[in-house]
């Protein structure tokens, strides 16, 4: 049985409008299934190092494996379109960055995995696609579409 996720992808260097559709195929080329596709969306840069705006998308997948499956996939898929987590400043600038924001109804927390992602009701720049895709979906006990109302959205605009 398929487990339906949500991934959030960003970037905001080197070319993330090619970046973001590059990495959907070769998530497809692993055998995640992907569903639902939001915009592209360029969003203002969050946390505390200065640098230029992301574009964000977030994607429905569905996969048979486990949320640390996912994780590995989504990792080797950074490292693949030359992301080296070792070699980048926390919260700066990066070519790409995939984050599982769902994984089923999954709720846990730990270092390497939280479920849901543990600021994502914190995080316009992924609620907004989220919300374009699945504005119904409840993230612990809240509609997506409500929670975007208490974020402020300046700054986000719609690509595509």
Do not use: K
Not at 31 to 54: E, F, H, K, M, N
Not at 70 to 93: K, N
Not at 94 to 103: C, G, P, Q, T
Request: glycine residues 8%; charged residues 30%; proline residues 8%.
């Amino acid at each position: 049985m398929s487990t339906r996720a949500f991934l959030c992808l960003g970037g905001n260097w080197d070319a993330p409008e090619r970046t973001l559709p590059r990495a959907l195929v070769l998530l497809e080329e692993t055998g995640l299934r992907i569903g639902a596709r939001s915009a592209l969306y360029r969003t203002p840069p969050w946390g505390p190092v200065a640098q230029p705006d992301y574009v964000n998308q977030v994607v429905e997948v569905f996969t048979d494996g486990t949320p640390e499956a996912l994780l590995a996939l989504a990792l080797d898929v950074e490292r693949r379109l030359g992301r080296d987590r070792t070699r980048e400043e926390r919260f700066g600038p990066r070519r790409i960055d995939i984050d599982i924001l769902l994984f089923g109804e999954e709720v846990r927390t730990g270092e390497t995995l939280a479920l849901p992602h543990p600021r994502l009701l914190e995080r316009a720049f992924a609620l907004v696609p989220l919300a374009e895709i699945a504005p119904d979906l409840e993230i612990s006990g809240i509609e997506v579409r409500d929670a975007l109302r208490a974020l402020d959205r300046s700054g986000i605009v719609r690509l595509n």
